[in-house]
């Protein structure tokens, strides 16, 4: 089994920073891949972005391209997301998810595991 712990979240004003992390523990080798999504109540969940643990390749969302970006420490068996330039529309529930196959990197019914979510609030 796995599990994946969010932290990071908060309140921050607009244009502001906030860097999340995703602490797995388990058997996380059966994980090739890592993703952030969101989710606003009444709102379908959102891809944020993913990275491969192996290669480091790294996939986004357009509307969050060239402001967030993901990365990954393996020997912390840690999964990051840095987010910059923060807009109102980015105020979310920010979970993070493993999968052990190799998926749609944007479709989060491809992900076997989940965190139980950070709520990350932007105001103007």
């Known amino acids: 089994q796995v599990q994946l712990v969010e932290s990071g979240g908060g309140l921050v004003q607009a244009g502001g920073s906030l860097r999340l992390s995703c602490a797995a523990s388990?058997?996380?080798?059966?994980?090739?891949?890592m993703g952030w999504f969101r989710q606003v109540p009444g709102k379908e969940r959102e891809f944020v972005a993913a990275?491969?643990?192996?290669?480091?390749?790294?996939y986004y969302a357009d509307s969050v391209k060239g402001r967030f970006a993901i990365s990954r420490d393996n020997a912390k068996n840690t999964v990051y997301l840095q987010m910059n330039s923060l807009k109102p529309d980015d105020t979310a529930v920010y979970y993070c998810?493993?999968?052990?196959?190799?998926?749609?990197?944007?479709?989060?019914?491809?992900?076997?595991?989940w965190g139980q979510g950070t709520q990350v609030t932007v105001s103007t």
């Open positions: 998810a493993g999968t052990t196959g190799i998926p749609r990197m944007w479709m989060g019914d491809d992900y076997d595991y």
């Open positions: 388990g058997r996380t080798l059966q994980m090739p891949v």
């Open positions: 990275i491969m643990w192996s290669a480091s390749s790294t």
